[in-house]
């Protein structure tokens, strides 16, 4: 029998770190997504309470105000955030509930952690993952060639990466991600290590 804690993977955009979290999730049947809030819009096909639950900046505010999230924060003029009791379910069900998260929220969750009582189901136990790409540039290319963004948002992109790379030492691990499937082999090897 598996245990269920949180897995938190954090990494800079285009550090392989979505694709890394999907390999997981479909290896996986243990191991749940975390659907996070947020009052922005929905996007493209994205569905309510699968993808996001969409709500509004009330709603959101009313949560900060009554302490029911994880984690939450502003990310380009919208706010997002983990419920407590979202995760707590997953984790009294058995599942273990991976967060992909930025550093600023691993930071936020450590702490919550430390302030819950003993008895709650989210202090099972969790493990925080860094995916590190080889290089700022080696990030640059990638970003780049993607093709999505634009010279100015992969920019801030790069900034934003400087200094989550900054941060990466206060991970319990650290993986280097310069071939997808070693990084993923490495990945695989820590949360079988974590959760049984």
Do not use: W
């Not at 285009?14 to 996007?43: H, Q, W």
């Not at 029911?68 to 069900?93: P, Q, S």
């Amino acid at each position: 029998m598996s245990k269920a804690i949180l897995i938190l993977i954090t990494a800079p955009s285009g550090a392989g770190k979505s694709t890394l979290c999907d390999r997981l999730l479909s290896e996986f049947e243990n191991i749940t997504y975390s659907v996070s809030c947020t009052t922005r819009m929905p996007r493209g096909e994205e569905e309510d309470g699968v993808d996001y639950f969409f709500v509004t900046e009330e709603s959101f505010e009313r949560n900060v105000a009554e302490d029911r999230f994880l984690e939450h924060a502003e990310v380009h003029g919208n706010m997002y955030g983990t419920l407590k009791d979202t995760v707590r379910e997953a984790i009294m069900e058995g599942s273990s509930v991976l967060m992909d998260i930025d550093v600023q929220g691993a930071r936020q969750i450590r702490e919550e952690l430390a302030d819950l009582p003993d008895d709650d189901p989210l202090k099972a136990g969790y493990v925080d993952i860094f995916i590190s790409p080889p290089s700022i540039d080696t990030l640059r290319e990638r970003l780049y060639g993607r093709g999505e963004d634009n010279e100015e948002e992969i920019e801030r992109r790069l900034n934003n990466a400087a200094l989550e790379m900054a941060g990466k030492d206060e991970f319990r691990f650290v993986i280097l991600n310069d071939d997808l499937d070693v990084a993923y082999k490495e990945l695989r090897e820590i949360v079988e290590m974590v959760t049984l």
